[in-house]
């Protein structure tokens, strides 16, 4: 970032283009507080994840895309040694997410770790669920995603994804930069094109929020799905 452009990001905030890339992979001074607000935004949408989970004791849970994980230690009591993890390509994040989790990292029930979900370091079959909340937007192309998922996944496991609808995201001017939205259709088409069945979808009519100075009333989709 150059001087001028510095001096407009603190006396006017961050342009659409800047804050679609905090969004995308939050990252230097800004990380920390674009994660805060992400956390007040998004609480609904963990509450639909979780309830959609279908969680039993004992399973291997991955959240991609987790932020500052916040909300690992709700998750952790949905159901008795559930074992954690989260994946994300912020650094800034996986650094934000430890210190908050200090508990649950020295106990052994959450790992983080660094990555895409395109790469990711895990064994074939190691998870019971996975769920991400707000990622596929940035999944360029989704394909190598859920390719990735499917091999992590054990038989019977299933893949959730929590996202805005694209009528929703569309009233937020900086989705213009870099963002893939979706209708519940769209999405069912592209996790059948990566080798998925939809199972179910639960609507989100989530009560007005703002974020970022943009109030708006969202629409989010908790879509289950299974390997076909
Ligand atoms: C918009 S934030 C959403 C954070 C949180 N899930 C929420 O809804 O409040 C997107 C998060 O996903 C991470 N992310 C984006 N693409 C990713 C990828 N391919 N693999 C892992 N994490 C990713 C970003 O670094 C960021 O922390």
């Not at 989260?86 to 650094?95: A, H, K, P, Q």
């Not at 019971?128 to 996944?153: S, T």
Request: aromatic fraction near 10%.
């Amino acid at each position: 970032m150059n001087p001028l452009q510095f001096l407009r990001l603190l006396f006017k905030g961050p342009t659409h283009q800047q804050l679609a890339a905090q969004l995308r992979r939050p990252h230097g001074f800004m990380a920390g507080k674009v994660g805060e607000r992400m956390n007040a935004a998004n609480r609904a949408l963990y509450e639909g994840a979780w309830n959609a989970l279908d969680l039993r004791d004992g399973m291997s849970v991955l959240e991609i895309g987790p932020g500052n994980g916040l909300f690992f230690p709700e998750l952790a009591s949905k159901a008795q040694g559930l074992k954690l993890f989260g994946l994300d390509l912020s650094e800034d994040m996986v650094r934000e997410a430890t210190a908050r989790n200090a508990r649950l990292l020295s106990s052994g029930q959450l790992q983080l770790v660094h990555g895409t979900s395109d790469r990711m370091p895990f064994a074939d079959g190691a998870f019971d669920r996975v769920f991400c909340i707000n990622v596929v937007y940035f999944w360029d192309d989704p394909l190598p995603h859920l390719h990735e998922l499917r091999r992590v996944l054990r038989p019977g496991g299933t893949f959730t994804a929590v996202l805005r609808t694209r009528s929703s995201m569309e009233k937020m001017p900086f989705t213009a930069f870099g963002f893939t939205t979706y209708e519940q259709a769209d999405w069912e088409r592209v996790l059948q094109a990566g080798g998925f069945t939809l199972q179910r979808t639960t609507v989100l009519r989530e009560p007005e929020i703002e974020f970022l100075g943009v109030r708006f009333v969202p629409e989010s989709l908790v879509m289950v799905a299974s390997p076909a």
